[in-house]
């Protein structure tokens, strides 16, 4: 079962911040929290990960709270291109873990 | 830089018939995965090897079949085909002597069967 809970859905409009909310409330010590999207039937990108700290890359910047029960994916200059679902997944960092992946969440970028 | 690497990207067959997906990992890893995505659902983890050697196992029928050859690749191997094998199969792969090892994914293999 998928260890964490997205909405369904979000919008937003291009040129603006994209802000993805994760719950993960079960999430133990040496779990990190990874992000993928999926442009559609394309294969899942990774975006990001990171533990507990906050981590920013090219692409994105994640926002652990400190009780690491949730997150937030930020997307800081949304384009039509992003237009995606957006995947949090809780997983151990170890070869043999697989990705669960749970429903996430459909965004979608308007001009 | 280099990706992975999956063929066919397309592929039709009949119920009943056999079907081989390949998987070429990015250069240096040494992790593969496949997965599984219906229409309309999330990707499901099939199986996946490390260093040639089966490292977990997933919801994968037992018509199903999969292994990693000495230079990585790995392929699947599905026989008596059913209309519900119709989805894509993503290869994914990863080099576990990074410590934070995360998976880079193909473009897919889109199978419809017949």
């Known amino acids: 079962d998928a260890k964490t809970t997205q909405p369904t859905s979000m919008d937003c409009a291009e040129g603006r911040a994209a802000n993805l909310p994760c719950n993960h409330s079960?999430?133990?010590?040496?779990?990190?929290v990874y992000w993928y999207r999926q442009i559609h039937s394309q294969g899942p990108q990774y975006i990001i990960h990171?533990?507990?700290n906050n981590e920013t890359n090219e692409m994105a910047s994640l926002i652990i709270t400190e009780d690491r029960k949730s997150s937030t994916l930020i997307l800081p200059h949304a384009t039509l291109r992003d237009t995606a679902v957006y995947y949090c997944i809780v997983r151990l960092p170890y070869n043999t873990d697989k990705l669960i992946f749970g429903t996430g969440t459909r965004l979608q970028v308007f001009p | 830089a280099a990706g992975v690497i999956q063929s066919p990207r397309h592929l039709i067959k009949e119920k009943r018939e056999t079907a081989t997906l390949k998987c070429y990992p990015i250069?240096?890893?040494?992790?593969v995965y496949w997965y599984q995505q219906g229409p309309g659902q999330d990707p499901q983890f099939l199986i996946s090897f490390y260093e040639k050697m089966q490292s977990d196992k997933g919801s994968i029928p037992d018509r199903f079949s999969a292994q990693q050859f000495s230079d990585y690749h790995s392929e699947l191997n599905m026989s008596s085909l059913e209309l519900g094998d119709s989805a894509l199969y993503f290869c994914?792969?990863?080099?576990?002597?990074?410590?934070?090892?995360?998976?880079?994914f193909g473009p897919g293999t889109r199978l419809l069967v017949l």
């Open positions: 994914a792969s990863s080099l576990a002597a990074s410590g934070q090892e995360t998976q880079y």
């Open positions: 250069p240096r890893h040494d992790t």
């Open positions: 990171g533990l507990k």
């Open positions: 079960t999430i133990s010590g040496n779990e990190y």
